[in-house]
């Protein structure tokens, strides 16, 4: 497990409000670490064309500093002046931002971003977040501001200002709380580098996206190196300490059950992350109910199986990797 940043610092949490936006936009421009809602996940915002801030942010979250990040703008005017948007980028910019889509586009040339925030590739990772706190930030700072999700490196993303607490207290300036955050997983990533491809599925989904193209998306591994995978999902990421048992169609009554649907009987405890069904619904419980049953006592976590359409194809991306083995971690509980 990494540990947290160096340098220890006083946490403030503020609601969400003119005040919290003003010392937001503040902080920032000081070179400050900010952990701030957006419909995803929550961020933890640096100013992107410090490399100072950015290195201070890979070192609070113990992130490899080869894992790039995204930068986030206020509108899609301000994400043309840093990257080449070619025709599909073009159009799905203007379908789904502000949004859930990140766009992995070639860096422009004269782009302020540092290039410690890029791993100096030549592409850059560019999003609108819909977030209304979000674009407050946004705008109120008036350059671009990346934001990694606010975990420390290798952990669950956070959805609620209590779960970034409770990784980065005392590493980060500040935490503006916004309450839970609406979509629940990260957002879909889609490079547009040549052929538009799929670098990680999230919180749009596949056939929103293909219907806007009007042609399928290439898988990442379908590709070479003109698309190269994210390299943050080459890692074993969203790691919960227990054991995790997908697409279960039983349940030890040691274990805790992650439902989907009409629970399976027989648990220790159950979570459900949507009676009803509803894929909306489970993207937006899934890290706050693995965080909440990875911090109970029990044998291991069992998840029912998720339909993979919609927004499930990122529901089971992440159980997936919650659920891949970690054999040199220490923490994991067997
Ligand atoms: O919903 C989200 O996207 C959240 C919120 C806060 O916006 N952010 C987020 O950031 O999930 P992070 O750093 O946890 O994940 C960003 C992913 C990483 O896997 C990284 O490797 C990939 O984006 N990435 C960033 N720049 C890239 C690039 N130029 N090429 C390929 N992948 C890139
Ligand atoms: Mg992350």
Redesign the pocket.
């Known amino acids: 497990m990494q540990t947290a940043a160096t340098v220890a610092t006083k946490t403030r949490i503020l609601p969400a409000g003119p005040a919290a936006i003003a010392d937001t936009a503040r902080t920032l421009r000081a070179g400050g670490l900010v952990a701030f809602p ?1 419909e ?4 933890l915002g640096a100013d992107a064309s410090s490399g100072e801030a950015v290195a201070r942010l890979y070192a609070a979250k113990g992130r490899p500093a080869f ?4 930068a ?1 703008v206020a509108d899609p005017a301000t994400a043309r002046k840093l990257a080449t948007f070619n025709d599909d980028a073009a159009r799905l910019a203007a379908a789904f931002w502000p949004g ?1 889509l ?1 766009l ?1 586009l070639p860096r422009a040339t004269g782009c302020p971003v540092s290039e410690l925030a ?1 791993a100096g ?1 030549d ?3 560019l ?1 609108v ?1 819909a977030h209304p706190v979000s674009l407050d930030i946004l705008r109120a700072f008036g350059g671009p501001v990346v ?4 975990n420390l490196s290798g952990h669950v ?1 956070p959805t609620s200002a209590h779960h970034v607490a409770a990784d980065l207290q005392g590493c980060i300036d500040l935490i503006v709380d916004g309450g839970p955050s609406p979509v629940g997983v ?2 879909t ?1 889609v ?1 547009c580098l040549g052929e538009p491809s799929l ?2 599925p ?2 749009l989904s596949r056939a929103d996206i293909e219907a806007v193209l009007g042609k399928r998306l290439a898988q990442a591994a379908e590709t070479n190196d003109d698309a ?6 080459l890692e074993s990421h969203y790691a919960p300490r227990s054991r995790v048992r997908l697409n279960v169609a039983s349940v030890g009554k040691d274990e805790a059950l992650l439902a989907f649907g009409v629970p399976l009987s027989g648990a220790a405890v159950t979570l459900n992350l949507s009676a009803d069904g509803s894929l909306v619904e489970a993207a937006a419980n899934l890290f706050a109910h693995l965080r909440s049953l990875d911090s109970m006592s029990h044998s291991g976590i069992a998840v029912m199986p998720i339909p993979n359409e919609g927004l499930g194809e990122a529901i089971n991306d992440r159980l997936i990797r919650a659920a891949a083995p970690r054999p040199h971690n220490p923490n994991q509980r067997s």
């Open positions: 957006t995803t996940v929550y961020g894992n790039p990040l995204i986030h859930p990140t992995v890029t590739l592409s850059i990772a999003r977040p934001a990694p999700s606010a993303s990260e957002s990533i490079a670098l990680r999230g919180g190269p995978l994210a390299p943050g999902m």
